[in-house]
């Protein structure tokens, strides 16, 4: 069942918009977003990336620095070991591209998710000493990887870790004791020890800055670096970290980037998909490169994705580029058919009580299952555990709700697990075969969820009429931009309106074309993308033939006539 919140956060609108040069109604909307005082509206508005933190501020920064910096002048061999995601790719790719720049002697390794598993393990240990490596060197993961990085100390490797998940922890007596593994430098935001003034950074955004750092150390210009924040920006927002803070700064500025951008991967994979350099957001990179970059990872191996963005030549970039669109291609595919499949166990058996869905799906690829449990738990406002048959063990994966940390959930159960980790809307997870259904009982017996936490919550940022809506207006609405987790397209809410003149369109007949008139007697032209008929359920049951809708405005250009419409998005 659907709640409708309206948001009231107070301020002087009216001033903060006259100090800014914007409307009213665009500072109250930014202050929606938690964006309090002048300091932090000039840093949403305007940030750069001089306004970017120091990353030496971040725990055993320094210390890596010095590292690297030896290493390299000795000529000692370094490996990057990565992982097989998206964020994981493009921080190894920078990582790769960073020290090679400054002359080093390093190459890299990306687990296989089948066959290794997420993150750092023995055997990637082990092959990097047989083949004379004398640094690791990790992105996006390591931080939980204690007993692997103690094996590559054992070998006489230096081991350096650069991470953003939760640092793993054991609770005595109410009280979290952390666990750091024995690294000889361990790099994460997260830690509790570390100053640094952002906890919400991507892996591959730490190995930016780590680059960064070792640059100014080294005596060069960091901004030899700044081609890499594309691979930032595309790693954050695939990665489904919040858009706030230097997460804002970083995908702007890589936005923009992508549109001139040199790396023929990159522009061979926009090609491929059909879309216009001159005009990426954040949504094509979560719907659109974003899937094709995982994809490798998800059913074949992330080593794929990394050659793309490493392409020396445009036809080896078109010919991976193709490669990886096909790859996803085929995973939409089997998604679907996964969806279907936990929806019907869902539906047809006790699993519809449970506060945390907990799947269990044998015959399901265990790379998509991170995607079903996001489409699950859009699905039913819950937060939903997917799990698959593995090689030796049951895999899974888990995506949460907002009132629900998923990793802390899951460290209650950690006696019934193998291995897991992850951070509070996300998690990885294994375990045995027998001990699925103690964990579903578990995790439903601690999760603390109350009715008002479940279900979808439509929060509304402000009633706008109808006659409000202007060219202007829709104009100034792009300076809140990029859009995405942490920094929603804002909701607007009008009372009162009466579709008119429902035509259904679309190849798949999924589009529903209006004009939509408020209680002012404005009229827009209107669109609706969900389901026509539920559409027309909900008017049927209105007596005076008026209904309250949400939507976003926007400008419809055809034929070179250019038009204001709003996109409805719930009604009811």
């Excluded at 699905?379 to 994966?397: H, I």
């Amino acid at each position: 069942m659907e709640r409708w919140v309206l948001l009231r956060k107070g301020g002087d609108f009216q001033a903060m918009g006259a100090h800014f040069g914007i409307s009213p109604r665009l500072a109250c909307l930014i202050r929606n977003r938690e964006v309090v005082g002048e300091d932090q509206m000039e840093r949403y508005l305007n940030g750069t990336i001089a306004d970017l933190y120091d990353g030496m501020l971040m725990r055993d920064m320094d210390r890596a620095v010095d590292i690297l910096r030896e290493k390299i002048s000795e000529g000692k061999k370094i490996r990057v070991i990565g992982d097989y995601d998206i964020d994981g790719v493009n921080a190894t790719y920078i990582l790769l591209e960073g020290l090679e720049r400054l002359g080093a002697e390093v190459d890299s390794d990306i687990p296989d998710r089948i066959r290794d598993g997420y993150g750092l393990n023995i055997e990637l240990v082990e092959r990097a000493y047989r083949e004379g490596v004398d640094t690791i060197l990790t992105c996006d993961n390591g931080i939980a990887a204690a007993e692997e990085i103690a094996c590559g100390k054992r070998l006489g490797m230096t081991m350096i870790v650069t991470d953003h998940h939760e640092v793993p922890y054991v609770e005595t007596d109410g009280e979290k004791v952390y666990q750091l593994p024995p690294g000889d430098a361990v790099i994460d935001p997260k830690r509790a020890d570390c100053g640094y003034p952002f906890k919400g950074l991507c892996g591959a955004a730490v190995a930016y800055k780590l680059m960064e750092a070792l640059y100014e150390a080294s005596g060069r210009d960091s901004e030899e670096l700044d081609d890499l924040i594309e691979n930032v920006a595309i790693a954050t927002v695939g990665d489904v970290m919040d858009l706030t803070d230097e997460n804002r700064i970083f995908v702007r500025e890589g936005l923009a980037m992508l549109g001139r951008s040199r790396n023929l991967g990159l522009n061979a994979l926009m090609e491929c998909t059909g879309l216009d350099k001159n005009h990426i957001s954040a949504y094509h990179i979560g719907f659109v490169l974003g899937p094709c970059l995982n994809a490798g990872g998800r059913l074949d191996t992330a080593k794929r994705s990394l050659a793309l963005l490493r392409a020396g030549s445009r036809k080896e970039a078109a010919v991976l580029a193709g490669d990886l669109k096909a790859l996803n291609d085929s995973r939409k595919e089997m998604t679907e058919k996964a969806v279907e499949e936990a929806c019907r166990q869902i539906e047809g058996g006790p699993l519809k009580e449970d506060k945390v869905l907990v799947v269990y799906l044998p015959e399901c690829h265990e790379s998509l299952a991170g995607i079903v449990a996001g489409r699950l738990r859009e699905r039913y406002g819950r937060p939903a555990l997917v799990l698959t048959d593995g090689e030796r063990e049951v895999k899974g994966s888990g995506r949460s709700i907002e009132a629900y940390h998923v990793y802390e959930g899951l460290n209650r159960c950690a006696p019934l697990l193998i291995r897991f980790g992850g951070h509070k809307l996300a998690a990885g997870l294994s375990l045995e075969r027998e001990n699925i259904p103690s964990l579903r009982r578990k995790l439903n017996e601690t999760c603390g969820l109350g009715k008002e936490d479940l279900g979808e919550k439509v929060v509304i940022d402000m009633e706008l009429p109808f006659a409000c809506i202007t060219e202007a207006f829709v104009k100034e609405l792009e300076l809140l931009e990029p859009f995405g987790k942490g920094n929603t397209k804002p909701v607007f809410a009008a009372r009162g309106v009466r579709p008119l003149n429902l035509q259904i369109l679309g190849r798949n007949r999924k589009v529903l074309k209006m004009q939509a008139e408020d209680l002012g007697g404005t009229r827009m032209e209107a669109l609706y993308f969900g389901d026509p008929e539920e559409f027309r359920k909900v008017l049927e049951q209105k007596e005076d033939g008026r209904m309250s809708v949400t939507f976003y405005p926007g400008i419809n250009e055809y034929m070179g006539r250019r038009s204001l419409q709003i996109v409805i998005t719930h009604c009811q």
